[in-house]
Every structure is written in C-alpha cells, then in structure tokens.
C-alpha cells in the first residue's frame, strides 16, 4: 500500500463494515440503487464502456485554480510541504502555508486569465498524441473554474474573468476529437465549511459538518458537473468517508452521463473504473484491473513559478511506453500558469512526446500488456493481435534477440521506417533481429508479424542460493495467490501489498542443492502502518503447504513507506529439492497484513 493506495482502502473497508447487519429478516423487494452505480455491470457491457478509454492509452491531466495566482509563493516565501503534503505541491500552497479562508480568497480577484485559449491547451494534448484531457473543476482549495450555481466561490461570481474555462474546453476537445474528462475533488475542501480536512483544520471558519458539506456543496455541484458537461471522465479524488446515502447522491447523475468512466477514489464502498497509482509506475501493472498512472513532468501539479525540475522527454516517452507494456495508461499533468499560459517546458515535451508518438504511436495505442515476464534487453513489449511490438531504448552491442516467443513470426519491420529487418532463429528457439539503419535515440519500434497472437513460454522463477548460501526472495518474483494483493512500487523497490485478505499469500520457489540441508533464519523486510494500539498480523510461513513452526508479529514500522527487518521465532529446516516457501497471516488485526519486500532464509551455522 502506498501513500495514495492507503487513503482509498480504509473508507473501502469502513463502509462494507457498515452495511452488514447482524441479523438478515425477511424484507420486501426495494428499489434501492446499488452505492456503486456500475454494481450490475455485465462483463461485455463494462468492455465496451471502457473501451475507448483503453485503447487510448495516453491523456493529459491539467492541474488549474487560485492556486496558480502565487505559484509556490506566499507573502515572498517559496512554500514548503507539510504534514501529508511533504512534496509542497502548487495546489497545496493554502494547506502548506496554512492560509486562512478569507485571505486565500483574495487570490480570486487577482485571478484573470486572459490568456487561456481552450483550444490551444486541447490542440497541445493532440500535439502530444494524447487522446483525452481531464481537468480540475474543483480542487481541494474548493474553488471551482467554472460557474457554479450551487456556491458563488467560482471564477463567474468570484474573479474579473467571465468566460467558462470547463464549457471553452469541452467544446474544443469536441472540436478536436478528444476526449473530456473533469476532476472533482469531493472529500476535501478546505474552505467550505465542514469539508473534508487533510490534517488539522487551521481555520475556525473551516468548521462545520461534513455531511452538510457533501448535501450542500459536494454532491450538487457534481450534479452540476455531470449535467451540464458530460465528461466522459469523471477523475475523484481522496477518497472520502461517506454513508451509503452520501455516495449515491455523489453518483445521482451518473446515468445523465452514458459510458461515463470513474476512478478508484470516491469511497463510500465504490471500486470505480480504474487503478490510480501516483507518481510511480507499478512494477507488474494491476492483475484484472484497469490502471492510470497519474503523473507530473516537475514536481508539483499546480504551476510552481519555482520548479524547474523536468522530466526529459526521453524519460516521459519512455514512461509512456513502460506503462503501455504493463497494460497501463499514462494521465500525464501540466500546470498551466495564473494568464492562461502553459510553462514552455511542458509544452516542449508534449510536443517531443507527439513527435515520438506520431511515427511510433501504434506500438502504443489499443494494445495489451507484455507476455514476457523479462525480455532480454533495455526495452519492452506491447501486443495487438497478431502483432509483436518491440521498443528498444538502447539497441544491444551484441544483438537484439528475444527467447521465449513460441509463435512463428513472418516478417520483423521497424515501424517508423518501415526498414525490413533480417530474422534468424536458433535452435533453442531464440530469435536473432538485425540492428536498423537508424535508430531512435528515444525507443526505436520493430513490429513483429507474428503467424497468431503471441504465445510465451514465461520461465518459472527458482531461487538459488547465493555465494554465502542465502536466499533472497524479492517481491516481484513471488506467485501471489488471492483477489487483492499485488505487486506494487516500482521496479527497485517493488513490495508486496493490498493485502487485505488475509487468505491471499505469496510465495516462492527454491531450489536446496544437494549435499545443502540446513537450517535457516527467516527474516522479512516489511513495513506496516496498523494503528499504535493494534496489535500487527501474525505471520507463519509454510514450506510445501505445511506449517513450518516459523511465526512472527508483524508490529507497525509507523508507515507503509518504513521498511524495517524482522528476524521470525523458529527456524526453517530443508532438505535438498524445490520447495515452496509461502508466507500466510494467522491473523489480520488491521486492514492491511503488511507491506512486504523481500524475505531472505538466512543459513545458521
Ligand atoms: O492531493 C492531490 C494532489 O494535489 C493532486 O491533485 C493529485 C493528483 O492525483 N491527487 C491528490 C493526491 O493524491
């Protein structure tokens, strides 16, 4: 579970508590809507539904408010973060800088941006190959960019600008053929009385009920949004804790809005459409879920006049492609500033991206996840039918060749050029590809023609021990068994989590070599947020299905970012062969077993 992940699973968990009765009578049919509006979904139905979201691949996210009036600064001071806002993001700066009510909102006069041109930011998506845009109609400074008529802290009653930013972009993106998503932050709001804080509120004018909040605010003013714009997407955010009452007024208009797709953080019991991971690309991608990886070029999503940290575009296409093999999609940010203007840094990548895209785009577009678990070089993989797409950031010294590929493949091309290229195939199957003429310094794409859908063989993982007899079991080699864990984090630093079900349980294989029976030490590397009073999960771990006598506590580490090492009470006997080592919780005092990295069995003398 990281950061993010964190705050949707807990009102997930408080709200399912709550619907339960204790005791079931007999009742009359109701009428009632399900809390989550997509309950009864069919499996075609969802599919299509999702299916241009899918196919697209690739989106813009636009990060715009008051926020950008002081960029960072606050009565001359750069803004740094605070509490859960370590990062010192943009939009964050009423929270960071603890800015009361009153004075925050002197910052709608000042903002007039004369120079937004919807049609401009709409064509830098297309520029992009981009091919929807979702941006924030109301964040958690609760200002909203367009004319609400539910609350007059919106840019038509507040500001000297007139126009509708929200209605300006949806017409353009129609123009242009994208897609038009909104973002809506519905928990927090920092100036509404009773809105949802982050922290400690600092301000007694931000006291007040949240229920009336999300009756009185919240929930029309996604009404609101949901009739009079029908974005596609509707982009929540933090989820909040609300009754099932709440989150079906939260969703009343959903069917207003046909085909309308949702993300994963309302809360109130709704799974929504799609994953969000923040700021990171996920090491295997989501198993059966759709997935967004929602990200910032610098660092901060609100325009910083400050930060200058960019991502190269290199790096940024490269994401995109990374995602794309995972099955992901990739809703990368601008922070357009206080004028209307987006910073030239971003606009330049955009572009370079669009140009990486517009040659190589369907190596990226309506395709699947890799099959390979590991290619053997600096690249990746993507599908679409019968087609093999490789992407290749650095071309081998020794040739690229790929192992592990079962169907026939008829012809190797690279798509930018359409260059053919020289197939050889080995006898133990792996296929040689020759180098192009030219090679892109960002990925250079080779489609593979393939005689039916790929088939991979996906070698299993089996540990061996290390020169010192070890054995180190890392989170992305384990077979996770259960529903909700996953891989999760980065590649370097990838953990086990979601683990929710106490029944879900990775595990491993190892092989003892002969002449090797020993004794081991089993130590985890976990982290672990379980409240200061619970106690942490019981863990036991298995050798081939049967109990091991080696059990441990997994206590909180404080957060489940802090990883820390527990040595298990017992020890592992093995004898030469494979074995399946498994971890398994005996008990799941909080709502999450642990965030795990790594196990290691540590040979005793
Ligand atoms: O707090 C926000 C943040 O400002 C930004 O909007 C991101 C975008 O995903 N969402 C929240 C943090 O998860």
């Known amino acids: 579970m990281k950061r993010t992940a964190r705050l949707l699973l807990l009102p997930f968990g408080l709200a ?7 005791t079931v009578p007999a009742q009359p049919k109701t009428t009632i809507r399900p809390v989550d509006p997509h309950a009864d979904e069919t499996k075609a139905h969802r599919d299509a539904r999702m299916k241009w ?6 989106g813009m996210f636009i990060h715009w408010g008051l926020y950008s009036v002081p960029a960072g600064i606050w009565k001359g001071q750069e803004v740094p973060g605070r509490g859960i806002n370590t990062q010192g993001y943009g939009e964050w700066i009423m929270h960071n800088a603890q800015i009361p009510v009153a004075d925050y909102a002197t910052l709608a006069p000042q903002f007039n ?6 049609d401009e930011w709409v064509s830098y998506a297309k520029a992009a190959g981009m091919k929807y845009i979702v941006v924030t109609a109301k964040h958690h400074d609760g200002f909203a960019i367009y004319p609400s008529k539910v609350s007059k802290y919106n840019i038509k009653d507040a500001t000297p600008f007139t126009r509708d930013p929200l209605a300006e972009l949806a017409v353009a993106c129609k123009k242009q053929g994208i897609k038009f998503g909104i973002y809506y932050s519905q928990n927090l709001d920092w100036t509404y009385p009773g809105g949802g804080p982050s922290g400690r509120r600092w301000d007694p ?8 909040y999300v009756k009185n605010l919240s929930a029309p003013q996604v009404n609101e949004l949901l009739t009079n714009y029908k974005p596609a997407v509707l982009w929540w955010d933090i989820p909040g804790d609300f009754t099932p009452d709440e989150a079906r007024s939260l969703t009343a208009s959903f069917g207003k809005v046909p085909g309308l797709i949702a993300n994963d953080r309302m809360g109130g019991g709704v799974r929504g459409d799609t994953g969000t991971p923040e700021q990171y690309i996920p090491a295997t991608g989501f198993k059966d879920r759709d997935w967004e990886v929602c990200m910032t070029m610098n660092d901060t999503w609100g325009y910083k006049v400050n930060d200058h940290n960019f991502k190269s575009s290199e790096s940024l296409t490269r994401n995109l492609i990374d995602i794309a093999s995972k099955g992901g999609n990739y809703l990368l940010n601008i922070g357009p500033d206080a004028s ?25 577009y309506g395709t699947t996840a890799s099959p390979f678990k590991k290619l053997g070089f600096d690249g990746r993989a993507t599908v679409k039918g019968k087609r093999l797409y490789l992407n290749v950031f650095n071309w081998p010294t020794a040739g690229l060749r790929l192992s592990n590929l079962q169907t026939p493949v008829k012809k190797a091309t690279v798509l930018a050029t359409g260059e053919k290229l020289q197939l050889l195939k080995a006898t133990d199957g792996t296929l040689s590809i020759s180098k192009p003429a030219q090679l892109d310094s960002v990925s250079t794409a080779i489609v593979l023609d393939l005689a039916a859908p790929p088939v991979v063989i996906v070698p299993e993982v089996v540990a061996k ?17 259960g529903d909700t864990i996953q891989v999760e984090g980065s590649d370097d630093d990838a953990n086990i989590g979601y683990w929710t079900n106490a029944k879900d ?20 590397q976990y982290a672990s947020e379980s409240a200061a009073t619970a106690t942490g999960s019981r863990i036991a771990i298995q050798v081939d299905g049967v109990a091991s006598g080696v059990t441990g506590t997994v206590a909180s580490t404080g957060s489940w970012d802090n990883y820390r090492t527990l040595t298990l009470e017992g020890s592992l006997k093995l004898t030469p062969g494979r074995h399946v080592i498994r971890v398994v919780a005996l008990t799941k005092p909080n709502y999450g077993v642990m965030n795990l990295r790594r196990v290691s069995l540590i040979p005793t003398p």
């Open 113 to 118: 941006p004369t120079k937004f041109n919807a």
């Open 340 to 364: 209307g203007i987006v910073p030239s840094p971003e606009v330049e990548r955009l572009a370079a991206m669009g140009a990486w895209m517009k040659k190589n785009g369907a190596s990226i």
């Open 16 to 22: 399912a508590l709550s619907l339960k009765p204790a």
């Open 53 to 58: 979201w899918r196919e697209a691949r690739f």
């Open 505 to 524: 349980a990775p595990s491993w294989k190892i092989k003892v070599p002969e002449g090797s029976a020993k004794t081991y030490q089993v130590q985890l």
């Open 205 to 212: 004018a931000q006291q007040g009920d949240f229920h009336a």
């Open 465 to 481: 021990p290390q020169t010192n007899g070890s054995y180190l079991l890392p989170a992305i080699d384990a077979t996770l068994e």
